[in-house]
């Protein structure tokens, strides 16, 4: 989320204590909490790989009402999971620019709410400035985040929990629940689409399908288009599979054009590409036989919805931050001398090691294999 610049904003006849007790509390036992608020407002694909966070709560604490405070643009990904009571939306967006122009009432009353709906137990799950004063915000008498918490957040937590970096980060929030007593031994990874969605996937789509998902936030964490449409290409001609659907951002669409020109030419294949919403999205991978994509959210859906799945992986490290137990579906060719990082598009160089061969032969070795019903 990084660093809490629009609160350095704040006049000083604005000063926090008109909305929060600066006074430390004690911290008390978690023994039944009856509010829970889990805070992991972003990205898209870390918000759907944190659903086994708000699972664990629930099961440690049957009884608590657990809100879940995300990105306003990614409630649709958490709406429909049985364990939330319900999302608190943050509009960073909105925020940012309201203070930017010293229009600070509207946050203060925000901040002024978590207050008041009076949680007993906060797990900031972002670990950053921003959330960790959040957390803080809420006066909760227990809140708990990470001991080596990014940007001195860990000064904003009472119940500060040591999870080794060296961890992948979902068995890093993991440890997080683990403090409160949670049992985290079977992971509860699963997503949920809504009804509506999924009725209209199953109109739409009534064959089998495959889901292509060939941008990135970073271009160095992209495979070649032109490895994807070749991709495309032969496995539509394959008896495996009657449809491929392309998804994607809508600022995505010139990033995809040979593919998209390409469906756009063929009759089974689809061009969805800023043309779904987020629930949208969670339903067409909830009934796909197969997803192949790079490092971006399609692949933790699929994990969310134990589909088939193919993630094409550059300077991205697997046991950190991959599909979750799933490093067997990871095709990457790192060497030993590699110094890339994903936001430098030379480590599109990383992409390029992974040929469109071995991609279209994993995918058929997952297209033969007899494959579960759909979890939705």
């Known amino acids: 989320m990084g660093n809490p610049k629009n609160l350095q904003h704040l006049p000083r006849?604005?000063?926090?204590?008109?909305?929060v007790d600066l006074e430390e509390?004690?911290?008390?036992?978690?023994n039944d909490p009856k509010r829970i608020l889990l805070?992991?407002?972003?990205?898209?694909g870390d918000v759907?790989?944190?659903v086994c966070v708000l699972a664990a709560l629930k099961q440690r604490f049957p009884n608590a009402q657990i809100d879940w405070m995300v990105q306003d643009t990614f409630v649709q990904a958490i709406a429909h999971h049985p364990a939330l009571h319900k999302p608190i939306p943050f509009n960073r967006k909105l925020f940012g620019k309201q203070c930017k122009k010293g229009q600070f009432l509207p946050l203060i009353r925000w901040l002024r709410q978590l207050k008041h709906t009076k949680y007993d137990l906060v797990i900031d799950a972002q670990g950053l400035a921003r959330s960790g004063f959040f957390t803080w915000a809420t006066r909760a008498p227990v809140r708990v985040g990470y001991r080596d918490a990014q940007e001195s957040a860990w000064i904003f937590l009472n119940k500060r929990v040591d999870a080794p970096r060296t961890l992948h980060t979902v068995d890093r929030m993991l440890k997080l629940v683990q403090a409160v007593g949670a049992d985290t031994s079977k992971p509860d990874m699963r997503l949920y689409a809504g009804?509506?969605?999924?009725?209209?996937?199953?109109?739409e789509y009534p064959e089998r399908y495959a889901v292509i998902a060939p941008t990135s936030r970073w271009p160095g964490k992209?495979?070649?288009?032109?490895?994807?449409?070749?991709?495309?290409?032969?496995?539509i001609a394959r008896p495996e599979i009657d449809r491929i659907l392309i998804i994607g951002g809508p600022g995505e669409r010139l990033s995809c054009a040979p593919l998209l020109e390409l469906a756009e030419n063929h009759p089974h294949i689809t061009d969805r590409v800023g043309s779904t919403t987020i629930a949208q999205l969670l339903a067409i991978i909830s009934r796909s036989q197969l997803v192949v994509a790079n490092d971006s959210a399609a692949i933790h859906m699929a994990v969310?919805?134990?589909r088939p799945l193919i993630a094409l992986l550059g300077p991205t490290e697997p046991s950190l931050v991959g599909p979750y137990q799933h490093d067997h579906d990871v095709i990457r060719h790192a060497h030993e001398d590699d110094n890339f990082h994903f936001r430098d598009q030379q480590s599109v160089k990383m992409m390029d090691r992974i040929t469109t061969d071995e991609v279209f032969d994993a995918c058929i070795a997952r297209l033969i294999t007899p494959q579960k019903k759909p979890v939705a």
Not at 39 to 44: D, G, T, Y
């Open 39 to 44: 805070i992991r407002p972003s990205a898209l």
């Open 48 to 50: 759907c790989r944190s």
């Open 13 to 19: 006849r604005c000063t926090l204590t008109r909305f």
């Open 222 to 235: 992209c495979w070649s288009i032109e490895r994807f449409t070749e991709l495309t290409t032969r496995l």
């Open 195 to 203: 009804d509506d969605e999924l009725s209209q996937v199953i109109i």
């Open 25 to 30: 509390p004690t911290i008390h036992p978690v």
């Open 304 to 306: 969310g919805f134990d």
